[in-house]
Nanobody, 121 residues
């Protein structure tokens, strides 16, 4: 069994910063890509940022220059540093990881439970 647990969400004023963390635990053989998605009220879930196992990253245009994804492979953890936050960044943020568990044949995607980020104007 594999679990993803996020932390770090909360309420912040516009222009402020937050750092999200997500730890993968369980019988893990290998973690491939890790990513952050978000879903605002009434909108579809969207990819915010993604990072490969060897550190290659990509960020959606609306957060480039403000958000940075990183990971600590030794701790099975992915981070999202969010600076210069805007009210339109308000959403539930979900951690995603493509993981092969011990004894499994193929990797599959796992999701965290989500953490709320609210940016006030």
């Amino acid at each position: 069994q594999v679990q993803l647990v996020e932390s770090g969400g909360g309420l912040v004023q516009a222009g402020g910063s937050l750092r999200l963390s997500c730890v993968a635990s369980g019988s893990i053989s290998r973690i491939n890509h890790m990513a952050w998605y978000r879903q605002a009220s009434g909108k579809q879930r969207e990819l915010v940022a993604i990072i490969s196992n060897d550190g290659l990253t990509d960020h959606t245009d609306s957060v480039k220059g403000r958000f940075t994804i990183s990971r600590d492979n030794a701790k099975n953890t992915v981070f999202l540093q969010m600076n210069s936050l805007k009210p339109e960044d308000t959403a539930v943020y979900y951690c995603n990881a493509n993981i092969k568990y011990l004894g499994g044949y193929f990797p599959r995607d796992y999701w965290g439970q989500g953490t709320q980020v609210t940016v006030s104007s």
